[in-house]
Each structure stands twice: as C-alpha cells, then as structure tokens.
C-alpha cells in the first residue's frame, strides 16, 4: 500500500538525540530525522519547550544552525513549534515544564527568535487565559503563524475567544491537565466543544487510554484530528536514561518516559507509524482514516502559512506493509 508520507507537528527528540540540548549539531539531526524517516515520517516541526528567554534564544539557534547545514533538515523540517514559555504555571497544567520561567505571551519574543534564525516559526503553543492572549493570537496570525492551546486552564469562553482572535489547534490534547478538575466546565470540554480547532492526540495508549481517545475523535471527527508524538530523544532508542532539555528522562520497557525528579510524563516514545496502528488495531479509525489524520490534515493546517513563504509541502510517499509496518519512504521529485 502506498499513502502520502506522515508530518509531525510535535517532536521534541528522537532516535538519542535532543532538540532542546543546546548542542544539537547537523550530522545529529541527520541521525534523527533517517529514524524518523523509518517510522514513515517526511515532515516535521523540530519542538522547543519551555525556557527563559536567553537560553530558548541559545537553543533555537542551535537548532536553526543544525537544520541549514544537514542533509535532511531543509527537506524534511517545515519550520519549528515553540511550546512554551506562555503556558500555564500552575500545577497540573504546566506538566514537565518549568513553571518558573513560564510568562504570558509577548509577539516581540517570537519577532526576536526569529529575527536570529532562518528556519520560519510555523507554530506556537499558548494557554490563552493568560493577559494578552488573544492581541498575541491575532498578532501571530497576522506573521503568518499557527497558534495552539495547550497546558492551559481554559474554559469555553475562553477557547471561543482563543478560535476567534485566530488559534487553530490543541497541543496534545487530553494532556498538560491535572488529575481532577471540574466534571463539565474544563478545558478539555472547552475545546472539544469548539469547532474552528483542531485537536492533536499523542495515539501512545499512555497520554490518553485507547476508549478515552476513542470518545474524543469521535466528539472532534476524523477531519478536525491529528496525529502527533511529543517524541523525546528516548523514542526509537533503547530502555535507559536520556536528556530532554534540562531534564534526565526515563524511558521504561513498555515504552512510558518519565522525569525520575518528578511526577507525569515527560514526552512520549511515540513513533507515528505506531500511532497509526494503535488506532486501526483499536478500532477508532480505519487504516486511511489513520493516515489521513497524519498526513493530509496536518497538510492542510499548514498550507496557509507555508504558503505566505513561497514553501511547498514536500511531495512524499510511504510504502506500507501488508501489516501496516513501513518499508520505504520516498521524496519523487527530490529524488529525481
């Protein structure tokens, strides 16, 4: 079987190597991105967290100088997702951020990152109850950039208002939400509720239990949901301790990564292959429906802005297994 190749909207790491280090050089990114290109992967927006402003500075330009001067990376990397640092500090929201350095939002932060770098900001994850919110929103999408709600208390005035100054997309959602909150009026309602998002699911069976996950794509629909990681550097890596940002992270035989100093999860595992399996095998979607929530959504949420740089969406194709395994990926026109 032969589907458009996948695009991830949230990865962070892979295959060992950490795109938040600081020190990321371009034959590591080369590494990653050949691994990720294995789980079906052509498309990507490389994931910056939460940091102070100096050192999110230090690591996107580390990042930016590793994408010019790879192989893969002007192919393969779209842009960058930076998520965080406005999101929201309180506990159970902020998840394994660093909640003390977390801000409302600011466009001249954004402006200024990208005022030191080539590759173009295509996204940026907000919790928008924050003070300024929907002025920063509306400010991004006159830059041609995609907003997001995540690690946010929002509630459904507050999406409403988020979708209207512009916010397209729920970062993970389901996550970055405390363990209790209140039954009906929350953020996962809220913005399940609100039509004019588009929610992203980390399909891992660990973020989100498959019948939990199961209700809400069917509450969003096949055409409103997407498929992401959150892939930290331990995905497509061995069981044992690896470095995300500033933390050391776990990742245990089942698969499950977690901060040993903390409670939660700390990113996924998550290959996109994978996580197009785990929905057919758990009867949420069907093998093209799956796909379609990897490949096709995500390139139409992107369309508009990479548009506004003169950029296509690399023509890409995956050969699949007759178990749903990928044997090769393929880029015709690059190729040629």
């Known amino acids: 079987m032969r589907t458009k190749g996948l695009t991830d909207l949230q990865v962070n790491g892979f295959a060992g190597v950490d795109f938040n280090s600081g020190k990321l050089t371009a034959s590591e990114l080369d590494h990653a991105l050949e691994a990720m290109l294995a789980t079906g992967v052509t498309a990507c927006l490389p994931t910056l967290i939460t940091a102070a402003p100096d050192v999110l500075l230090q690591r996107i330009q580390v990042l930016d100088n590793a994408i010019q ?3 893969l990376g002007g192919l393969m990397c779209l842009g960058l997702h930076i998520e965080g640092p406005f999101l929201n500090p309180q506990q159970g929201f902020a998840g394994c951020h660093p909640a ?11 402006d200024d990152l990208q005022a030191r770098i080539t590759t173009p900001i295509l996204l ?26 995540g690690h946010s208390d929002c509630n459904f005035e507050t999406a409403a208002h988020a979708a209207s100054a512009g916010a397209s997309l729920s970062t993970h959602l389901g996550n970055g939400l405390p363990q209790h909150m209140p039954k009906l009026d929350n953020p996962l309602f809220a913005q399940l509720a609100e039509d004019r998002l588009t929610a992203c699911f980390i399909a891992d069976g660990f973020h989100i239990p498959p019948q939990a996950l199961k209700v809400m794509i069917r509450a969003k629909g096949i055409s409103r949901s997407v498929l992401v990681t959150d892939a930290v550097s331990a995905a497509a890596a061995e069981t044992g301790f690896y470095h995300f940002a500033d933390m050391r992270i776990e990742r245990h035989d089942n698969g499950m990564v977690k901060n040993p100093n903390g409670a939660g999860l700390a990113g996924s595992t998550l290959c996109l292959d994978q996580a197009v399996r785990n929905l057919v095998a758990w009867g949420i979607a069907s093998f093209e429906e799956a796909v379609r929530m990897a490949s096709a959504n995500v390139e139409a949420l992107l369309a508009p802005v990479l548009a506004a740089r003169g950029v296509k969406h690399p023509v890409s194709f995956i050969e699949w297994t007759s178990d749903l395994f990928i044997r090769k990926a393929t880029f015709p026109e690059h190729d040629a």
């Open 69 to 71: 001067h790879s192989i």
């Open 100 to 110: 003390g350095v977390m801000t409302p939002p600011y466009a001249s932060l954004i």
């Open 124 to 149: 940026v994850t907000l919790a928008p109850e924050l003070s300024g919110s929907e002025a920063f929103i509306t400010a991004m999408k006159a830059r041609n950039i995609l907003t997001a709600i």
